[in-house]
């Protein structure tokens, strides 16, 4: 089975070497509060808000970059995981590549709805950029755990 869409198996490794630090970043950013932003650079910027809340449109401002640049690493590196074959991809991977991804968006904007339900104000909004993440999130983690219980379940056949 040939799969276009699927990048090179070797892209994998640079995926997981993108990934877990910027996850670990991520996670610690997430959690702790620091007076001063780790990167702040001169930025283009279609929208953002200025001073008494006077949108400016397609200007340069001053940022803290911190939360993108983690972000777009985290994003690529999961996108690389999640999208490059596996060594020996075949019809099984296929298929599971696919429930996987049907469960990932499933179970993804089944914790949306929830949220919609039970979550209020600020922390509304930290959910959903929270929710940005989960569906590469839920199917890597259910890709790679249904890969790993099958072949499990092989060696112990033969």
């Given at each position: 089975m040939s799969n276009k869409l699927l990048l090179p198996n070797r892209y994998k490794k640079i995926g997981w070497?993108?990934?877990?630090?910027?996850?670990?970043?991520?996670?610690?950013?997430?959690?702790?509060e620091f007076g001063e932003a780790w990167m702040h650079a001169p930025v283009f910027a279609m929208a953002n808000d200025g001073i008494n809340d006077n949108y400016k449109y397609f200007t340069v401002s001053d940022a803290n970059i911190t939360n993108t640049v983690i972000g777009l690493l985290f994003i690529i590196g999961a996108m690389l995981v999640s999208f490059s074959k596996e060594k020996?991809?075949?019809?099984f991977?296929?298929?599971i590549r696919l429930s996987s991804l049907l469960w990932a968006v499933c179970v993804s904007y089944i914790l949306l709805l929830i949220a919609f339900v039970f979550v209020y104000g600020s922390p509304f909004l930290d959910v959903m950029v929270y929710?940005?993440?989960t569906v590469l999130i839920i199917f890597i983690i259910r890709f790679n755990y249904i890969l790993y219980k099958n072949t499990k379940t092989a060696a112990n056949e033969k």
């Open positions: 070497a993108i990934l877990i630090p910027s996850t670990i970043l991520g996670v610690i950013l997430a959690f702790h020996t991809e075949d019809e991977i296929a298929e929710n940005m993440f």
